[in-house]
């Protein structure tokens, strides 16, 4: 038991979201521990994506808090949230659009390259050198995912699984921690959807990584799942392993309510 | 100060807060249907006051009848500047579709410079208009009462056509969701049409009786009463048709208070605007009436 | 195949030799025109490196980190007016400013051109980060009209504060420093600066903060500080810029930076394509030299044929066709956000001829 309160990586406690009239998030209460694989589902306008968008700091919480390892890290500033360690994607695939695919990672290199405007500018030595050791690094990722042979693409003019695939990348050149997905699978048909899934485990296997994830189909994570959280109307109506969940009358009339 | 000037001040303040209202409405209208900050709004107002000035000048018609048939010529001027200039952008970034409405702005000024002169012109005032009015001490004349009613006159009638008309609900439509309103056949490009018609029609209406008011004509005249008056519509909270009249009536009030209390500062009177702007942006950006929106990740 | 990679590894060194040869031709061209052009010409010569430091500048904001501001003009008056302060001779001031006197601690300071160039720049620079850390908070359209009142605030405070800017009487006779040497090599040192600025991971930032703000920040960039940072740096080459404008036109008034010169540059940038900086530094010299060269257009003429009245106007109706038309049908401007390269010009000229031919 102590053992598992050490490894908890994120939490949120009570975590209430208001806009207006409307609560797209009520009580919320996550646990997640280091190096699991942990999925939030709930059919269409549960407030998945809204849970995602308080933890990562694009809305303050009206109620509640969030915890990255123990720390406070309500009200954080989305940017400061990254850097200490917790990366997500979008559902809208969100690729910097005029850019190559190389310099899509580039840019979540950009925290461990800054050395100031002017460093940067006039190429100075630290610069270089944090610069070159950027590049090596995205082209490495590039290069695990399959993608290095695109570098020089535009990142947008990828089929869109590759820009999928790519904004994971990017997500991960920020050195995260724990990776949150939103609708990984999303657009894709059931094969894509299990090679994704199977991509996810690898990464996390690779990269040491904790990662929580938005599906809208329940079949989808069943498989790559340890554990899921289950969302209706902003309340958590449900949580805990998929035989469990799949089981549970609450899902099963939220789903069939919806599908 | 007397009671008689304070009171000159106060009519002086509600005619040029009308006047105000009248553009800043054109400028809420756009904004609320296509997110567009109209640059050119201001020199619609200055092209208003000119058709009308020719149509007494040079074709020696009645005032009445020149207004008329400029605030007819302006309103078809103002679709034809918005399927010229903005229609082909509307897809487009914002930022493109607001640099295209800069452009149509210094066109109409320069076109306004090539064609009307550069040189400031003297308005003929009709008698009517321009006849001193005594209240006991006050004096005043008529144009300066004469526009805050036809203002209201003319608020009222947009009001309904807004609140009550099927025009009206399929403009409120349009500006809440342009999509949504194409999908349940709306003709949207008829609305923006007719919006645009509207708001240059009282824009027209506010530079004529501006040039019966301060009898003077140049092709930059609308320049500051333009940017001011998006001010007024920022204020007000832009999209609100009431919104736009509040802020209009403000700002002409505060505007002539100031010049009428605290004379040192008259040579701030124009910044005096942007600086209400700039806190009001920071402040309250939705304006005084404006309705929250909700940005979506 | 063979020749393909051939043609790869000449190619750089090559490109290399084209850009210094263009560099020194270009050299070569300023000097010839600063002995031999007349007047008139030369300073049309010179305008365009002025213009080429606003455009880059504005650039920077508007092409590069996606931010539309509009107040460019109160940027360049505060700089100009910073440096003619500094650089004027006590006697000069006296003979401006006859109605009010000059507050005593500017009347005495006079230091020399490139030091005042600096502060101009920086107090602008300020000026630039006390406005932008507010109103940059905004987003688009809201952005631009509170740039834009800012830009009419800083001119009316200046015209406003007789005693140090001498009011709407404006300053005349500053010192003529905007030599053909100074404003080339300023504006060589900012196009380098704005090249290297995009190359470098701080520029990487500024266009991801335009392509996607959100992403942006969700991949850990500050991009708040990016667009502070971005609107001080483009305030302080704007404040050089207008600066150099100042010493040499040699006369400036507050009614010289109203909305009209913002909107010059902003045409400058349009049509030569937001987010490139060969495109803004081609579209200055272009625009430049049409904008003096269309003079005749406002101005009568007496041609030995025939006399024309000469039509106030025009000018500025053909510029405002011009940036309408641009954006309307070509969006991207010239270069939309390539660069130029030797390549693309071989490619314009060989393909041509090469039409019909093989492509391996």
């Not at chain 2, 049409?193 to 004529?208: E, K, P, R």
Request: glycine share 10%.
């Amino acid at each position: 038991m102590p053992e598992q309160t050490s490894s908890l990586m994120l939490n949120t406690s009570h975590l209430t979201m208001r806009f207006g009239g409307l609560t797209a998030v009520n009580d919320f209460n996550l646990e997640i521990r280091k190096n699991e694989i942990v999925g939030l589902i709930g059919p269409n306008g549960a407030g998945k994506t809204t849970a995602f968008n308080v933890i990562t700091g694009m809305y303050r919480p009206s109620e509640g808090k969030v915890l990255f390892g123990g720390r406070d890290i309500t009200g954080m500033k989305p940017h400061g949230i990254t850097a200490l360690g917790i990366a997500r994607t979008f559902q809208n695939i969100r690729l910097f659009k005029e850019m190559s695919v190389l310099e899509n990672v580039l840019v979540a290199c950009h925290m461990s390259i800054d050395t100031g405007l002017f460093g940067a500018t006039l190429h100075l030595p630290g610069y270089r050198s944090r610069e070159s050791e950027a590049r090596r690094f995205s082209m490495e990722l590039l290069e695990q995912v399959g993608l290095a042979h695109l570098a020089y693409e535009k990142g947008t003019s990828l089929p869109y699984g590759q820009q999928r695939r790519l904004e994971i990348v990017r997500a991960l050149a920020t050195k995260p921690k724990i990776l949150l997905l939103d609708e990984p699978a999303a657009g894709m048909n059931p094969q894509e959807s299990i090679e994704l899934m199977d991509f996810i485990r690898k990464i996390r296997d690779e990269f040491d990584l904790t990662i929580f994830l938005i599906e809208h189909h329940m079949q989808v994570v069943m498989g790559v799942c340890e554990r899921m959280y289950v969302l209706d109307y902003g309340v958590t109506i449900a949580h805990g392993d998929p035989a469990s969940i799949q089981k549970n009358p609450k899902v099963i009339e939220a789903y069939l309510g919806v599908d | 100060m007397t009671l008689s000037l304070l009171f000159q001040h106060i009519v002086n303040a509600l005619s040029l807060g009308s006047l105000y209202a009248l553009i800043a409405i054109g400028y809420t209208m756009v904004y609320g249907i296509l997110r567009l900050i109209n640059f050119a709004h201001g020199d619609v107002f200055m092209l208003g006051a000119y058709v009308a000035f020719y149509g007494i000048t040079l074709v020696s018609l009645p005032w009445w009848a020149a207004l008329l048939v400029s605030i007819v010529f302006t309103a078809f001027f103002g679709i034809g500047l918005e399927k010229v200039a903005y229609k082909p952008l509307r897809d487009s970034p914002r930022i493109s579709i607001m640099i295209s409405a800069i452009g149509a702005s210094f066109l109409l000024e320069s076109l306004g410079v090539l064609i009307f002169g550069g040189r400031p012109k003297g308005v003929p005032v009709p008698d009517v208009l321009s006849k001193v009015l005594h209240f006991g001490s006050v004096s005043m004349i008529t144009v300066s009462l004469l526009i805050p009613l036809f203002t209201f006159a003319l608020l009222g009638v947009l009001l309904w056509i807004v609140n009550k008309t099927k025009t009206g609900m399929a403009m409120r439509a349009v500006s809440t969701d342009i999509e949504a309103a194409r999908l349940m056949a709306v003709d949207v490009n008829r609305i923006v049409s007719f919006t645009f018609g509207i708001g240059s029609l009282l824009a027209a209406f506010g530079g004529i009786m501006w040039s019966f008011k301060y009898p003077q004509l140049n092709p930059l005249m609308g320049v500051m009463p333009g940017l001011k008056c998006f001010i007024a519509a920022v204020i007000g909270g832009i999209g609100s048709i009431g919104g736009a009249v509040l802020g209009g009536f403000l700002l002409g009030i505060i505007e002539i208070m100031m010049v009428a209390f605290l004379p040192t500062l008259s040579g701030y009177r124009d910044a005096f605007a942007f600086i209400l702007l700039i806190v009001v942006l920071l402040v309250k950006p939705t304006g005084l009436l404006g309705k929250r929106q909700a940005e979506k990740v | 195949m063979n020749a393909a990679t051939q043609e790869k590894t000449i190619a750089l060194p090559r490109n290399r030799l084209y850009s210094v040869i263009a560099v020194a031709a270009f050299i070569l061209l300023a000097f010839i025109a600063d002995r031999f052009f007349d007047a008139f010409t030369l300073r049309v010569f010179n305008l365009c490196a002025i213009y080429i430091v606003l455009a880059l500048s504005l650039n920077l904001l508007n092409g590069f980190t996606g931010l539309f501001s509009l107040g460019h003009a109160g940027f360049m008056a505060v700089g100009a007016y910073v440096s003619a302060l500094l650089t004027m001779s006590p006697q000069l001031k006296d003979m401006n400013y006859f109605l009010v006197p000059i507050v005593p601690w500017l009347h005495h300071v006079t230091i020399p051109f490139l030091p005042a160039l600096i502060i101009a720049g920086l107090v602008s620079a300020l000026v630039g980060f006390l406005i932008g850390a507010p109103v940059l908070r905004l987003r688009d359209d809201y952005l631009a009209i509170a740039t834009l009142g800012f830009g009419e605030i800083i001119r009316v405070l200046i015209t406003n504060a007789q005693p140090i800017t001498n009011g709407a009487q404006g300053l005349k006779g500053l010192p003529r420093f905007s030599t053909t040497f100074a404003v080339w090599t300023v504006a060589g040192l900012v196009i380098l600066f704005m090249a290297l600025l995009m190359r470098s991971s701080y520029g990487r930032a500024m266009k991801a903060v335009r392509d996607d703000e959100l992403a942006a920040e969700a991949m850990g960039i500050n991009v708040f500080r990016v667009k502070v940072t971005s609107f001080t740096v483009s305030s302080f080459l704007a404040g050089v810029g207008g600066a150099l404008l100042g010493h040499m036109i040699t006369t400036i008034d507050p009614k010289m930076f109203t909305f009209m010169l913002t909107f010059n540059i902003l045409l400058i940038v349009v049509l030569g394509g937001t987010g490139s900086i060969s495109g803004s530094v081609i579209s200055a010299v272009v625009v430049t030299i049409l904008m003096e060269a269309l003079r005749f257009l406002d101005e009568p003429m007496n041609l030995i044929i025939f006399k024309t009245q000469g039509m106030p106007g025009l000018r500025m109706v053909v510029f405002s066709i011009l940036l309408m038309v641009m954006i309307i049908y070509r969006q991207r401007g010239l270069m939309g956000n390539k660069e130029f390269s030797w390549d693309m010009l071989r490619d314009l000229f060989v393909k041509k001829g090469r039409k019909g031919g093989d492509h391996a």
